[in-house]
């Protein structure tokens, strides 16, 4: 086994662990969710707001892992790493990726999320809503890698 499928086996258990760490926390996003949407975020209890903080960096974090696998699987593939649009160009060819183009808009709305949290209760709500509506798509990412792995790489599996 090469190195770089070491590193991304080791990612991959990286991955099933921040997966069910981000399914525990969007769980727990109704209440708060609740609350922004009818504009109530200073009413929110601490617990809720630890609640939108942990599903936002885990959010942030489980994606951003994906992210690093894609670029493992690329250099494996011997295929362009940079830019990073190259990485899901190949990810969309191997059937990991439905769009590149959904990819940057997760990336773009967690970043809204992360850097703009109380400014506007309706935005915030709309973001944070459509991060927890796509969690899922996340973790089918994480299990489309998966499978590309064992399949592609059947002798390091």
């Keep these: 086994m090469t190195e770089n499928l070491r590193i991304i086996h080791k990612k991959l258990g990286y991955l099933a662990r921040m997966q069910a760490d981000l399914q525990h926390s969007t769980g727990k996003m109704a209440s708060p969710l609740r609350k922004i949407q009818l504009g109530d975020i200073a009413g ?8 939108v903080s942990a599903f936002t960096t885990r959010f942030a974090a489980y994606q951003e892992q994906i992210g690093k ?9 011997e295929s362009a790493t940079t830019p990073f649009g190259a990485i899901l160009a190949l990810m969309e ?19 809204l999320v992360s ?26 990412i994480h299990e489309r890698i998966q499978d590309f792995v064992t399949q592609a790489y059947p002798a390091a599996s």
Excluded: C
């Design 69 to 77: 696998t894609m670029r493992s699987i690329a250099i494996e593939e």
């Design 93 to 111: 060819k191997l059937g990991i990726l439905d769009s590149g183009e959904k990819w940057k808009e997760l990336r773009e709305l967690r970043n």
């Design 44 to 51: 929110m209890t601490p617990d809720e707001r630890e609640t």
């Design 115 to 140: 850097h703009e949290y109380e400014d506007d209760p309706d935005e915030l709500f709309q973001a944070l809503n459509k991060l927890v509506e796509n969690a899922p798509y996340l973790t089918a």
